[in-house]
Structure formats: C-alpha cells, structure tokens
C-alpha cells in the first residue's frame, strides 16, 4: 500500500512537472512564479521547486530574467506540423467549447495548453485567453470524477457502475444502481451538457443518461465489447439533439422576412428541406425524433414563425403562447391597479 501511495505522488508530480514546462513553451515570453502558481494551483515556493527540478531532472532548459520564467524552444519537438488554416480549424473548435462549457475540466486545460505550442503566435495567444476564461469556471469534483470513469470504461471497455436519480410520476426522486457499458460520449452544446449512451444491464437495453445527473461512477473490472452493428451517428441522425424517439415531420412557416432569411442561411437539420413561397415566406420542413428537443428553439423565434404540423406540435405552442398572455396581462393588471 505505501508502494502505490508513493507511485501515486510521484506520477501526480511527474504530471505537473510537464504541466509547468508546456506552460512555459506556450509562453515564450516567460510567466512570474505566481503566475505559473495560480495556473497550476500550488504555491509560489512548490513553484520554485519544480522550475529547478525542471533543468535537474528532465533536463529542460529554463531561464529566468526580470522575474520571469521560460524556456528553451528547442528543448520541445512539437508533436504536429499544422498549416494556417488546420491551425485556424483547430482553434474555432476550441473558441466552440469554450462557449458552450459551463465546468472547468482541467483535462480540458492540459488539452488546450499542449494545442496552443503547436499554433502560431498570434493564434496561439487567443487560444491562452480561451484558457483564462476556462479557468475562472466552477469547478465540479463529482463531474469530473464520473466523466474520467465513464471515459476510461469506454476506452477500456469495462463497464461502470453508475448512481443515477429517477423521478416517480408522483414526484418522488429516488436514486437507482446501474451497471452500464459505455458504448458512446456525446456532447449537446444546446443543453451544455454531456450523454452518455450505454447498454443498461438493468433494462438489458441501450440507454441514454445526462452525464450532469450522474451522482457517483465506479469502474469495475467487468469486460464488454461493443456490438457491430452499434453505430451512433445513425443514432443522432434524426435528433434534433440527443433524444431518440420515432420520427415526426415538422413543418414551420416563416412569415417575418427577417427571419426568414437568417433561418434560411443556416442548415439546422440533416432532413431540412426549404419552401420559399412567392409572398416571400420560408417554410422548413424537417423529419426528427420527437418534439422534445426541437419545441424549444421554435419558441425562441417568438411569432416569427407558425407551426403547420403536427397537430399536437402546433397545439403545444399555442398552449406555451396563451399561458404567456396570461401571465404578463396579470402582471400588468396588476401593476396597474398599484
């Protein structure tokens, strides 16, 4: 047991020892200790041990000058040659997560560090404010926890133990044991979150779970294979976002011009298909599953658009429509007779 307590320190040292020399690459003009501190999350004085144990041990050049602190470029070989607009690419994606994120995940931060010395200097320096930004997010010790289990099992292929609520008609909240298979990781930057679709020994079927709602994740020991015929991009083909349900074709009007041209430069769906009409109107038709997901970014073009089918879509937004009416017109009742 002491033998694994100390290869568990020295490999969390060794980590944030290369996590201190990436740093120092990624900035050729040097960091402060206390830069390099807040970065790493150690103090000023572990700082200053690492930086000499940089040169003594991995025999990393480092300089120091004025209080700052770099090192020799040539001491790195980078791992990938880029052309300007891979970079570019490379640096969109980035920009993508960090808009959508809403956790700090330090994987994700060692990822962007280790990118951001491959990149050209002017690209690379918004890729470090990309970084700062990450950094100032909440940190969630029980998401990451999960999410580095469910990602070793996939890798793996063990299966994992998961504790995930489930709500009873009558309201009750209550918290079920399931072993899952992790087959797929996928993100919904609409719902800022993460899915995970698994095979459920509990239901002995495949199964999506919300990443965020997982209470606890346990790796096992326990083997699967994930079958041929798994193919999760025919999965999402027809949803809008992560839900899995028979299809449903949706049909929407676009009656304002404005929208309508700006739903018009977007392709929002593999099944889109575009109507424009001779008043100037844009109708949009899609084929997804289900109405869940898709319900939401109707209302978000407010009475711009009209929902011709299906009838119970339709039904379902006025009904969203008359309950706002409702509750603004008593609002300003309200203030009225103040």
């Not at 424009?276 to 109107?281: A, L, N, Q, W």
Request: charge should be neutral.
């Amino acid at each position: 047991m002491a033998e694994l307590f100390r290869d568990g320190i020295k490999r969390d040292r060794t980590a944030r020892l290369l996590r201190v020399a990436h740093l120092l690459y990624a900035h050729p003009h040097g960091l402060t200790a206390a830069e390099i501190a807040r970065r790493v999350e150690m103090s000023i004085r572990t700082v200053y041990r690492d930086l000499h144990a940089l040169e003594g041990e991995l025999k990393i050049p480092v300089w120091q000058q004025e209080g700052r602190w770099g090192t020799e470029s040539k001491a790195f070989l980078p791992p990938l040659k880029l052309t300007l607009h891979e970079a570019v690419a490379l640096f969109l994606s980035a920009r993508l997560f960090a808009r959508f994120a809403d956790k700090r995940d330090d994987h994700v931060l060692s990822a962007f560090d280790k990118l951001a010395t491959v990149l050209p200097p002017t690209i690379a320096q918004h890729v470090q404010a990309t970084i700062t930004a990450l950094q100032e997010r909440p940190r969630d010790a029980t998401y990451s926890q999960v999410l580095e289990a469910l990602e070793t099992g996939w890798a793996q292929g063990r299966k994992v133990r998961i504790w995930y609520p489930y709500q009873h008609p009558d309201g009750r909240v209550f918290t079920n044991e399931r072993l899952v298979a992790p087959y797929f990781l996928e993100p919904h930057p609409r719902a800022h979150a993460c899915y995970l679709i698994a095979h459920d020994s509990y239901t002995q079927a495949l199964r999506t779970f919300k990443v965020e709602r997982i209470q606890r994740a346990a790796l096992t020991d326990e083997r699967f294979e994930v079958p041929a015929d798994f193919d999760p991009y025919a999965r999402f083909n027809l949803a809008w976002g992560i839900v899995d349900e028979p299809p449903v074709e949706v049909r929407l009007r676009f009656h304002d011009p404005a929208a309508a041209s700006r739903a018009r430069e977007a392709h929002w769906h593999p099944s889109q298909r575009a109507i424009t009409h001779p008043d100037g109107s844009l109708e949009l038709v899609f084929t997804v599953a289900g109405l869940l997901e898709i319900t939401p970014w109707i209302l978000e073009w407010g009475d711009a658009v009209e929902v011709l089918a299906p009838p119970e879509l339709r039904a379902r937004v006025a009904a969203v429509a008359r309950a706002l009416v409702e509750r603004y017109g008593a609002q300003d009742e309200l203030r009225l007779a103040r």
